[in-house]
């Protein structure tokens, strides 16, 4: 009854009149009427239809306390209510204006086939953002939640989300980026390897570009291979993904790790190749495992916080002598050897906890297990050579965290800090053997790195077109100036390719030469009504202007112009400044795209790895590779 009532919109006319069910049982509210045929049943009040008869409601009669004034089916009708007439028993409700023929409610009441499909697009967006199993579709507790916010609404099988949503989404998505990389003109890549739960390995490619003045960073392929990993293997499977999204052609370098299988590979495809900075910055730093001062120490202060996290007295008593002392709550960290700064992180968290630790040891609490398990005590040395350690490593790891954030880790950034560590880690007069041997050890590592001299180029040019560090390009005898010589080479080349082989050598008469220098190099003020009005006549005066002017001394003036403005701040956008510069330098802008989206670390492949080892968890794993590359690539670049 409930459920016609809401399908069911009446007609104008409504009748209520009263009935009587034959009912010759006992009953407490049974009525007997001798002016109706069966004298004895169940009196009943009903609410019906007048052109079609439907009954739209029942109300029992149970005696004087039944209230019929009030009609549930009445609820959802409209409130205009024009006349009412009554005939014998019977009453009937007139509305003051025709509603719909009956049953139009029905379909009222079915989702439309465009709310339909935008409610499967949100619970697949929530199944791929969330990374949950496709089984979550089919359990009654989501399907419960979904009823109890949308009735009207029932979510996708796992087979259709599985076979149908997804695929189509992916499908549409990567047809939306190859059409956003085919407007591309320079394209970098990330490119590294990753083993499962499952055991199965995964090859993950990376896709960096400018758009707009903006980094855009695209998960290409999270791709699964069966075949040993060797140079020429991870060749054919890189080639197969950039030929898939059409930017073989467009690809200006590759940042990888140190694996000898990812050098013969990039050499095989003839691109750039850079090496991680991040994974150098780590292979500096864990070179110090191999010095037998720092190994003995550190196996000291590892013993303790190995021991206080394994026992369950250790954590309550430290946590009353930091209380006590009023240090920070913190647990104490344990390094792992192929985690990046984690020798940092767990020296440093030493340093702080320090006092803590000491008041622990002598705690009686824990004095006994400790003696017991033979534990050597901490000293002030100890916790000095800390002190020291910190100091020494902290712009290290300072630098680790510049070239693996998401914002800007251009690869002009690596010589620059390569330079500064050079000054940080150079031993000074005052310095202990301590300090001294951790710093000879850490530069002796890092100055074999970069030293080919067609990478050292490419991060020179690379550095001179970062606005931020353009004035600290090495500055040995002829350096700077071989570089610039560079920049106007290239550009000079790239210009004149794009323009078809125009005549560099065509001259411009020195009076327009002297009222092109004499342009600020800034963005114009906002245009004036006459401004806005002869744009289009303006416009073209300009074209006709840089066109008499030859390539050769347009890429001069915007050479010495960039040269003259001072380096920007290090938050600035690089991307974003040169965007903003377009107009004041037009072919050098173009240029430097090309150099900001190579990125001088692997880390945008890392971070998929960290996604896919969600996507691909105890809780599913026996998803298909397929369907996990579709995962991690709306995941990655839907949201």
Same mark, same amino acid.
């Given at each position: ?13 409504l ?7 034959? +009912? #010759?049982g $006992? ?9 109706? $045929? ?12 007048v ?42 409700? $007139?509305?003051? /204006? ?11 009441? #079915?989702?439309?086939?465009?709310? =339909?499909?935008?409610?499967?697009? =949100? ?5 791929v ?17 979904? !009823? ?28 939306n ?42 998960? *290409? ?13 991870v ?18 370098a ?18 750039? =190749? ?19 001062s720092v190994?003995? +120490?550190?196996? #000291? %202060?590892?013993?303790? %916080?190995? +021991? ?6 250790? =954590?309550?008593?430290?946590? /009353? ?14 390094? %792992? ?14 340093t ?17 297990n ?35 954030? /998401? ?7 690596i010589l620059?800090?390569l ?50 560090? #353009?004035h ?20 000079i ?32 003020? !906002?245009?004036?009504? *006459?401004?806005? *009005? ?8 300009? %074209? ?34 040169? +965007? ?29 790895f ?11 794993? $026996? ?6 590359d ?10």
């Amino acid at each position: 009854m409930a459920t016609f009532g809401q399908m069911f919109v009446p007609h104008r006319d409504l009748c209520i009149d009263e009935s009587l069910l034959l +009912w #010759k049982g $006992r009953l407490g509210f049974r009525q007997y009427i001798p002016s109706k $045929r069966k004298r004895f049943g169940i009196k009943l009040f009903m609410l019906c239809d007048v052109l079609t008869g439907y009954i739209i409601n029942v109300k029992v009669y149970t005696g004087s306390s039944t209230d019929i004034t009030h009609t549930p089916g009445l609820d959802n009708l409209r409130p205009e209510i024009a006349n009412v007439s009554q005939a014998g028993d019977s009453t009937t409700l $007139r509305c003051a /204006e025709p509603i719909v023929t009956p049953f139009t409610i029905a379909a009222r009441g #079915k989702m439309s086939a465009q709310q =339909k499909e935008e409610c499967h697009r =949100k619970v697949t967006a929530h199944i791929v953002k969330r990374l949950h199993p496709f089984s979550e579709v089919e359990s009654p507790t989501f399907r419960d939640m979904v !009823k109890t916010l949308n009735p009207k609404y029932t979510p996708p099988s796992r087979d259709y989300l599985s076979n149908t949503l997804i695929p189509s989404w992916y499908k549409a998505e990567k047809s939306n980026i190859i059409t956003e990389l085919s407007e591309v003109s320079a394209v970098a890549l990330t490119c590294d390897g990753w083993s499962s739960i499952t055991q199965d390995h995964y090859l993950t490619i990376t896709a960096h570009y400018i758009e707009e003045g903006k980094m855009q960073q695209k998960v *290409l392929k999270t791709k699964a291979v069966y075949k040993a990993q060797t140079g020429c293997v991870v060749a054919e499977e890189i080639s197969d993904v950039l030929s898939e999204f059409g930017i073989s052609d467009k690809i200006v370098a590759v940042t990888v790790d140190n694996a000898a299988n990812m050098d013969v590979a990039i050499k095989r495809l003839r691109f750039v =190749k850079l090496c991680c900075f991040a994974h150098t910055l780590n292979l500096a730093a864990q070179s110090l495992y191999s010095l037998n001062s720092v190994s003995q +120490w550190v196996a #000291k %202060v590892r013993t303790i %916080v190995v +021991w206080m996290k394994r026992c369950s007295m250790a =954590k309550v008593v430290l946590g /009353e002598k930091q209380q006590l002392l009023q240090l920070p709550r913190h647990s104490l960290i344990l390094d %792992v050897r192929t985690r990046w700064n984690s020798l940092y992180l767990m020296l440093e968290r030493f340093t702080e906890q320090y006092p803590a630790i000491q008041a622990a040891s002598l705690d009686q609490r824990l004095r006994k297990n400790m003696d017991r398990d033979r534990l050597a005590r901490l000293t002030e040395e100890d916790f000095r050579k800390a002190e020291d350690f910190i100091n020494l490593m902290k712009v290290l790891y300072t630098s680790t965290l510049c070239v693996s954030s /998401e914002k800007s880790p251009t690869c002009g950034q690596i010589l620059p800090i390569l330079k500064k560590l050079e000054a940080h880690l150079a031993v000074n007069e005052g310095d202990t053997v301590f300090v001294s041997n951790l710093k000879k050890q850490v530069w002796a590592n890092l100055s074999k790195r970069y030293q080919n001299d067609e990478i050292r180029n490419f991060l020179q040019v690379a550095t001179a077109l970062d606005p931020r560090f #353009k004035h600290k390009l090495d500055d040995g005898i002829g350096t700077v100036d071989t570089i610039w010589d560079q920049i106007r080479r290239n550009l000079i080349e790239q210009s004149t390719e794009e323009d078809g082989g125009a005549d560099v050598d065509t001259m411009q008469s020195e009076s327009e030469d002297e009222q092109e220098s004499q342009q600020p190099p800034c963005k114009l003020p !906002k245009k004036t009504p *006459l401004e806005e *009005l002869f744009a289009e006549e303006e416009a073209q005066n300009i %074209v006709s202007q840089q066109s008499s002017m030859s390539i050769k001394k347009q890429v001069e003036r915007e050479l010495q112009m960039y040269q003259e403005v001072p380096p920007v701040l290090m938050s600035e956008d690089p991307a974003a400044w040169w +965007w903003n510069q377009q107009k004041t330098y037009p072919l050098l802008s173009n240029f430097a795209f090309s150099y900001l989206c190579v990125q001088a670390s692997s880390t945008p492949s890392e971070r998929v790895f960290s996604t896919a080892g969600d996507a691909i968890c105890p809780e599913r794993s $026996r998803i298909l590779p397929e369907k996990a590359d579709m995962i991690i690539f709306l995941n990655k670049n839907c949201f």
